[in-house]
């Protein structure tokens, strides 16, 4: 009709990289328009200000100041992926924006990558390729997972699938351990137990996984003292997030031997760089390391953008009871 004249879309800038993971999703997104942006702070917040986007989706890498003065009142941050550390909650709260995670989608991406890390501790993979490539042919001896204790410490919705495919699976023992009493076995059939005691859940536990968030009070949380709870043929497992181990303490658990390995997806630092480095985790033969490919996978990808792009609907609709806040 000659005369009316349509306002534009919502603008939404998303971190290239998280883009690049979702690209059918978001190049076909309606009502909203989406546009790859730079993930750097200040160049994310240039392209804000210049482009007067409303919304914006960011990856896990930490935001710190530029972003929330760039954002107008009411626009949403919204984070690919469930954790949130890496924003600025109050002063998002202080500019009038909204933040939001993605959680759920990604529960059964990143409990297979868990299980299978837990496998492949089970069958020693960080000493295989070493003698493969000096023609050597005396690989060590691996476990079978069947009856093998396995300790989830942190049980939410990760930990509670990961239990799934453990006990159902694998036919392994399962022990949760949560920082406050809560959940009894009779409602996680699951579960052979549940405890808020650190020592009596790794206790007999081959296999130990992490699945806890970055919190004050998760900060290194497997520290040296926690570490020397573990039996010494234990492996520790983490796909939550690397702060929430003591990776120095870790190194010198390894190396002198009081811990069987290790085997990461996430670090203190990403891309990894040692914490010191004369404990280079890289260098220890009882270590497997993933570049913190939990999530990574077509559908948790596909399904975090469009949750993401869901809640920035919600916000365009005033329907904030249904969004997935943060705070």
């Known amino acids: 009709m000659s005369g009316v004249t349509l306002s534009p879309p919502p603008l939404v800038l998303v971190t290239d990289s998280e883009y690049r993971k979702a690209e059918d999703i978001f190049s076909s ?16 917040a240039a392209a804000i200000s210049a482009q007067r986007a409303r919304h914006v989706i960011v990856g896990h890498r930490p935001y710190r100041g530029a972003l929330y003065a760039a954002l107008e009142r009411g626009g949403v941050i919204a984070r690919f992926g469930v954790g949130h550390e890496g924003i600025d909650k109050a002063q998002a709260a202080a500019r009038g924006l909204i933040c939001t995670n993605t959680p759920g989608v990604l529960d ?9 890390l837990v496998s492949a501790a089970a069958r020693r993979f960080s000493a295989l390729p070493p003698q493969l490539d000096a023609d050597v042919w005396a690989p060590p001896v691996g476990l079978e997972l069947k009856g093998k204790t396995l300790t989830l410490v942190g049980y939410g919705r990760i930990a509670r699938a990961t239990a799934r495919i453990a006990a159902r699976g694998f036919g392994m023992t399962v ?14 059939p699951d579960l052979a137990r549940i405890t808020n005691d650190f020592g009596d859940a790794v206790r007999g536990a081959s296999f130990v996984c992490l699945h806890l968030p970055t919190t004050p009070e998760t900060k290194s949380f497997v520290n040296r003292d926690r570490l020397a709870m573990l039996e010494p043929d234990a492996w520790l497992i983490n796909t939550a997030r690397g702060a929430v181990v003591d990776e120095a303490a870790l190194y010198d658990a390894l190396a002198a031997g009081r811990l069987a390995g290790a085997a990461l997806d996430v670090f203190v630092h990403e891309p990894y760089r040692p914490i010191d480095p004369s404990r280079d985790l890289r260098r220890l033969p009882n270590v497997i390391l993933t570049p913190h490919v939990g999530s990574h996978t077509r559908e948790a990808n596909r399904a975090m953008g469009a949750r993401a792009l869901e809640n920035i609907k919600l916000a365009e609709a005033g329907r904030f009871g249904e969004m997935d806040i943060v705070s």
């Open 29 to 44: 997104s309606t009502p909203l328009l989406c546009r790859a942006a730079p993930s750097d702070e200040d160049a994310l």
């Open 108 to 116: 059964q991406s990143v409990a297979e990558l868990t299980m299978l």
């Open 175 to 188: 022990v949760g351990f949560r920082r406050a009493a809560g959940h009894s076995p009779d409602v996680d």
